[in-house]
Structures are given as C-alpha cells and as structure tokens.
C-alpha cells in the first residue's frame, strides 16, 4: 500500500500531473469530435508515449479514456450525434433537453454523473486489481495458453454479429501475430525478405490501422450531415435535491458499468443501455423517459464513465482486456515493456500506483475542464467533417512515422487500415482482431512450453485443473453464443413469416 509520502513524491516530482491533465484534455476533445470514439481517441496518442516514461505514458492514455467517455456526450446532447459508442444512450434524452432549452442542465447532469462514475471505477479498480493478480501465481504455461484461448473466446461471443466471423477475425489477429523471428526456433516466418517484419508487426501498428485508419477510410465515404450545434450553451450543475434525485440511476449505472467492465467485450455502449433500461424500470418517473429526463442521462453516463476504469481490472490482473479502449491502453505497457499481471505490481509498483493517482487527478479535474472547454469542442463540433478527418490523419501518420522514423511503418499502418475498412464492409467486428494480435504469441508460445514440458503430449492440459477450467468456459461462452445467434435468427424468421 502506497503511503501517504510515496503519493506526495508521485505528485510533485514526477509529470503524473500534467499527464493527467494533458490526456484529460485531448480525450474530452477527442471524445467530442463525432466518429472518433474513445478507442480510437486513444490509439492517435498512443504513438507519442513511445518516448514517455512509463508512469507518464500510461497516465496519458488512461486520463485519455476518462476524458473521452464525458466528451461524447457533448455532441450527444447538442446535435444528437454521440461522440462515441457509449455515449449513443445519452441521445435519447440528453437531446429532447436540449430540445426543451435545458442544454445546460443535461450537460451538467452528464458531468457530474461521469465524476460520480468515474470514482466509483477507480475505487473498484484499486480495491479488486492486485488481489485478482494474485491468482494468475498459480499459473503454469498450460494455464496461460487455455486463459489466452478463453479471452478470445470471450471476445468473439460477445462481439455482437456472427460468432463465424468474430472467430474469423481473432484467427486472421492471431496469424498476423506470427509474423517475424520463432519465439522459440529463431527461424524467420512470413517475413517476404524484408528487414523490416523481422520484428513482428507491433500491436501499436494493428491498433493505429484497424481502429483510427479504418474509422478514417469509413467516414470519408459518408455523409457530412452538418449539424450545428447552438452557440453559448453553459453548463449547469444539479441543484442538491437534484443529486439525491439522481443517486438511484447513478447507482444502477455504477453497478453495472461494474459488471460490464469486468466481462471482457462488454464496454460502455452495452452498460450504458443496459443501465438505461434498469434505470427506466426502477424510476418514480418512467414517463419522462425518451421525453427529456435527467434520470436518463444520469444512468448511461455513471455506467460508461464506471466501465473506463472498472474494464481495467481484467486488464492489469490478467492481459486481458475488457473493451477496444482498454486493449489500446494494453498496447501502451507492451511498448514500455510492462507485463499485465502478478509481476506488473511486485516489479513495477510506482506505474501502478501512477495509474492510480493520475487517473484520481483526471476524474477530479473533469469539472474545471469541462467548465473552460466546452466553447472549444462547440467549435470544432460546428468544423465541417472533411476538414477535421484531414486534420486527424495528419496526426496519424504523423504519430506513425515518429515511432521508429520508417517509412514502412506508415505503409504497413495504412495496409492494415485498409484491411481494417474490408472488414468493416464486411461486418467483421475489430476487437478479435486486435486480441489476435495482442494474445497470439502469448497462446503460441505457451502452447509450445507445454508441449516440450509432456513430450509432446497433450494430456498435460487436461492434468492442470485451472487450464480444464479455462478451456471449459471457453467453450461454454462460444456454445450460449451459437445458441443465441440461431435463437435470434429464428426470432427474425417467425417476424417476417
């Protein structure tokens, strides 16, 4: 436990502050900007953290995540176009009170009830995150390739869409992942004869590409709707009774931003309709639903602002990651050589507790920075999009190019976002993808271990009771999909008979 000096010396002699503060900012404009959702908010910075510290590095992206939930809210409310995925429940109402002149109100309702989300996942965070890496001491190599395959498994059956083409997308992540030098023989693989791959193709490299490039691809094809949003808006913070009105939604959305967070692949757009509906149902007022309540942008925002630190736990005690943007945060300790897990809070204590204390000094520091920048993201939310996707990716490439000054990581960058696009197209979700990538060398090269440990048996999986465990569950999540997929397209069938 981190003392009371430890946290002062962490404040004042360390760039944990200006992190917090930086990452804070970019992600509520991030956040803000329509169609960058926080994922890919994140994987625009996370080139620049390669010359960081560790500490600051992984405070930026994680006060970035913070910022970003509260940010999509802004356009959520003003035009009725969420900023990110999350954010898409709080259109319902958020936007019949502007509507209705209470612009202000939403926006100050949307705020604190991210604060009170916000510290609600950071306390869970710190409470549950060492005591469930504790677990992962047990692990043998058996144990480590069936969690790899059970975090996939996950990912996949809850990706939404065809279970196929989620495996599909893990599969081709997974085959990315082997490109490079043999972990274990030292023999060039899928390499083409360039020095550049002998070094595998880098998360940070599929996370740019399928998440920012491919975003970009997407919206060029689109239309510019042109929304604008009303000039001079302020933000009003809720009276006390106000708050007491608002604390039975702020809790359903707590606790299920909690859930969500905990269940990999779940993510904020899940908790927040869910907390939606549960916060309609528990309601004295369930009228006002849909028609302008503050109770309905109270819920989905506590339970999107809970999920950003809350999806972390998974994270930091296991590797795996529980949302799009908690696997770009990922990439941001493999960069710095940071290992999720047990060894992660013996070894590299001061990053933890950074991540602890940065992401407490975001969540404080979201009510004075929503205050200043709001005019800001009105602004830019009013930019005509051509000129904002321009802008962005400049930034990209820009990033990009800065990791190792090569030329060819710009072209693999914009190969994969191609790739990225084709799958959009496609309806193949990104998440697997990503996991495949993140997760593949770790199943590979435990899968071998174990296999030169029996002999090449594989019975030694079955004689490891956490690694039967695993690969039990993973078959259970990929069987309930399966039957949920078939029951939904019976559903559709008798709909339209």
């Not at 939930?69 to 502007?98: C, F, Q």
């Not at 920075?369 to 990209?396: D, K, S, T």
Request: glycine share 12%; aromatic share 10%.
């Amino acid at each position: 436990m981190a003392t009371a000096s430890q946290i002062f010396t962490m404040l004042f002699a360390t760039p944990v502050i200006p992190a917090a503060l930086v990452g804070l900012v970019w992600g509520v404009i991030g956040g803000a900007l329509p169609g960058l959702s926080a994922s890919v908010t994140m994987a625009l910075i996370l080139p620049f953290t390669y010359a960081l510290d560790p500490v600051s590095a992984i405070v930026l992206l994680a006060s970035v995540y913070i910022g970003a939930e509260y940010g999509g809210s802004i356009p959520a409310i003003l035009i009725r176009t969420p900023g990110t995925n999350s954010a898409a429940a709080t259109v319902i109402d958020g936007y019949e009170l502007k509507r209705q002149g209470r612009a202000g109100e939403a926006l100050g309702v949307s705020l604190w009830s991210g604060v009170v989300g916000s510290l609600f996942g950071l306390f869970t965070l710190i409470a549950f995150t060492e005591p469930f890496s504790r677990l992962a001491l047990a692990f043998t190599p058996m144990s480590y390739c069936a969690l790899g395959v059970l975090g996939l498994s996950i990912i996949a059956s809850l990706s939404g869409g065809s279970l196929l083409k989620s495996l599909a997308a893990g599969l081709v992540g997974m085959m990315v992942a082997t490109v490079g030098i043999d972990p274990l023989s030292g023999v060039n693989r899928f390499t083409f004869d360039l020095p550049d791959l002998l070094g595998g193709v880098k998360p940070i490299m599929a996370m740019i590409g399928l998440f920012a490039v491919s975003e970009l691809m997407r919206q060029s094809g689109g239309v510019d709707l042109g929304a604008q949003a009303a000039a001079g808006v302020r933000i009003v913070f809720p009276s006390w009774p106000m708050m007491k009105r608002l604390f039975k939604p702020q809790g359903i959305g707590c606790g299920v931003g909690l859930m969500e967070g905990l269940l990999p692949g779940g993510g904020g757009s899940v908790a927040a309709f869910f907390s939606y509906n549960e916060a309609k149902r528990w309601s004295k007022h369930p009228e006002e639903f849909g028609k302008g309540s503050v109770e309905g942008v109270a819920a989905p925002e506590a339970a999107n602002n809970t999920v950003a630190s809350s999806s972390l736990i998974p994270l930091l005690s296991f590797g795996i990651p529980g949302s799009n943007s908690a696997a770009v945060l990922l990439g941001g300790l493999l960069i710095h050589g940071l290992i999720p897990g047990p060894r992660l809070f013996e070894q590299n204590a001061d990053v933890v507790m950074g991540l602890y204390v940065g992401s407490f000094i975001a969540i404080l520091a979201q009510i004075p920075v929503g205050l200043m920048i709001l005019p800001a993201c009105m602004w830019m939310v009013n930019r005509p999009r051509p000129v904002l996707a321009a802008f962005v990716f400049l930034l990209v490439m820009s990033g990009v190019y800065s990791l190792n000054g090569a030329f060819f990581d710009v072209a693999l960058v914009m190969g994969i976002g191609f790739l990225g696009w084709l799958m959009a197209k496609g309806g193949y979700p990104f998440l697997p993808a990503v996991l495949g990538v993140v997760l593949g060398p770790m199943v590979e090269s435990n899968y071998r271990r174990s296999l030169l440990l029996s002999g090449g048996e594989h019975d030694i999986f079955l004689e490891d009771a956490i690694a039967v465990g695993f690969f039990v569950a993973a078959f259970f999540f990929l069987a309930y999909s399966l039957w949920r997929e078939r029951m939904d397209a019976r559903a559709a069938n008798l709909k339209e008979a």
